[in-house]
C-alpha cells in the first residue's frame, strides 16, 4: 500500500481518502481563535492550557474569578470566540458572571466547568445563558469535541484530538508506581501526556496541606471540599476525591473532615517520597506549564507590546505585602484575595510569581500564621 501511493498507482477513491484525512488534520492543528478561561484554581489553569497546546494557533486568556472575567468582556467587546467558566469561585461566580456575560454579548458561546453533574446544575447552567458543560474531571475527547464543535467544524466519526497532536508527548518522563494514586486512571485525563501530569502532581504537592479547619464556615469548607474533589480525581487520587466528595454533602460532619485530611496526609506522604525516590524534585521555577493570569500565548507568538503588563516597581510591591500583613493579621480572607489579585495586573520575576500563587493557597485555607511567615521572611530578603 505504501509502495503503491509513492509509485502513484493509489486510486482515485485512496487518494481522495487520503486528501480528506490531511485536510482534516490541518484543519485541527490550524484552528484559530481566542478563549477565556474563568478558573480559580491554579492547577485547573495548568491542565486545561497544558491541554489546549495541541491547537498551536488558539490563543488562551485567564480570569481567575467571574467578576475579572466580565470586566474582561466589557473592556474587550467581541474579542472572545469561546468562554470556558468554572462555576464555584470567590469573589464572583460562574452563574452571575455568566447572567452579565450576556448582557454585553449575546452571541459568544460559554461551556460550564463543573465537578457538579446532576441535572439540576446542568439545568442551572442553561438558565443563566450558558450554552453547554463539561464534567470535571475533563474527559479529553469531549474536550477536544468541545473545543472543535464552537471554534471549527466536526465531521461525524472525527477522532479528538489526532493522536501525534499530544498522545505521547514526554514519552521518557518517569512516572513511580503510586499505592494511593492511579496513573493508570489519571492519564486520560491529561490525554496521556506524562509531563503534563508530572507537572501536576508536583504542582498538588507543593500546594497542598493539612487543611485547619477552625475559623471556616460550612460554605468555605463546602467550596474546599469542592475543588479537592476535583483535583484528585484528575491525578488519580480516588478515595481523597471520594472523601473529599462526602465532606462536600455533608461540610459539618467533623468526622469527614477528619477522614479527609488523613487521607491527604496520606497522598501528600506518598507523592513526597515517590517523586524523590525517582529523581524528581519538585521545580517551582519551570516555565513548561507556567501561568500569566491574563494572557497565555500558544505557537510563539508574541502578544502586541503596548498590551504588556507594567513591571511591578520595588516601592508598589511593598505596599502590597504590607497591606497584605494587615489584613492577614485580621485574619480578612476577602480582602487579602483582593490585595494578591492586585499582583497579576504587573508583571512578576518567577520567585514572585511563585510566592504569591503560594499565598493564593494559604489564603483558600485560612493558614494566616504561615502567611505572616512568609512576608516576614519576604521583608528581610
Known sequence: ML??????????????????????????????????????????????????????????????????????????????DLILMDIQMPIMDGYEAARLIRLEDPNVPIVALTANALSENVEKTLQCGMNDHLNKPIEVEKFYRMIHHYLGEVQRGEIFPPKKTIYGKGEGVPLPKFQKISTEKALPHFGGNRRLYRKILEQFLKNYRRIEWEGHSLQEVERIA?????????????????????????????????ALNDELSAVLEELQRELMSSGITVDTQTKDYSIEAGKTNYGGKEEDPRRRKPKILPGRKAELFKVLNRYARKRRSRQCRQVLQEFHNYRLDARDKALIERLENLVEHRDYEEILKLIETKNRQ
Not at 46 to 56: C, F, Q, S
Not at 229 to 246: F, P, W
Open 3 to 80: 509502495s503503491d501511493l509513492f509509485l502513484g498507482t493509489n486510486t482515485m477513491a485512496e487518494r481522495a481518502h487520503i486528501e480528506s484525512r490531511e485536510k482534516r488534520l490541518g484543519k485541527f492543528r490550524h484552528l484559530k481563535g481566542r478563549i477565556l478561561l474563568v478558573e480559580d484554581n491554579r492547577t485547573n489553569q495548568i491542565i486545561i492550557k497544558g491541554l489546549l497546546e495541541a491547537y498551536p494557533d488558539l490563543r488562551l486568556e485567564i480570569a481567575s474569578h467571574g467578576r475579572e472575567a466580565v470586566t474582561m468582556v466589557r473592556k474587550h467587546p467581541g474579542r472572545y
Open 226 to 258: 469542592h475543588t479537592l474533589k476535583g483535583l484528585s480525581a484528575n491525578i488519580g487520587a480516588l478515595t481523597l476525591s471520594r472523601c473529599a466528595a462526602d465532606l462536600q454533602k455533608s461540610p459539618e460532619d467533623e468526622m469527614l473532615r477528619k
